[in-house]
């Protein structure tokens, strides 16, 4: 990515090739359809999924994959083999996804529930 400061996460999303953009899109979407409290922002320059003022969940671009972050190095743990048993990249406070992710909605909300109970 650029270090370009975008303004807010639509002017993000518009700075991504058509298929990042659209599968970011649809990710943050999905997140807010499914659990209306939380909001998204932006913060260090990438969508943010916010209950209040804790992060629950980021999204990022980079050059040949798409980055997940359910802000927890315990959630990320907890789903390490089932992620990995589907053939994601693994790291220590993310996961790693294809631009053109066929999401995996069950996935997202688990990660998404289990950061909310976390975070009680």
């Known amino acids: 990515m650029s270090s370009t400061k ?12 058509s298929k990042k953009g659209a599968t970011l899109g649809e990710i943050i979407d999905f ?22 003022n804790d992060y629950v969940f980021g ?7 798409l980055a997940l972050a359910p802000w927890s190095t315990e959630v990320i743990e907890s789903f390490k083999n089932e992620l990995e048993s589907e ?18 909605k069950k996935l997202l909300e688990g990660l998404v529930l289990a950061r909310l109970s976390e975070l009680g």
């Open 31 to 52: 997140i807010l359809k499914k659990f209306p409290d939380l909001d998204c922002k932006l913060a260090w320059n990438v969508p943010q999924i916010c209950s209040g």
């Open 87 to 104: 053939g994601y990249v693994v790291k220590k406070n993310l996961f790693q996804v294809p631009a053109d992710w066929d999401m995996d």
């Open 59 to 65: 999204v990022s671009a980079l050059k040949n994959h």
């Open 6 to 17: 975008f303004s807010s996460v639509e002017d993000y999303l518009s700075s991504l090739d």
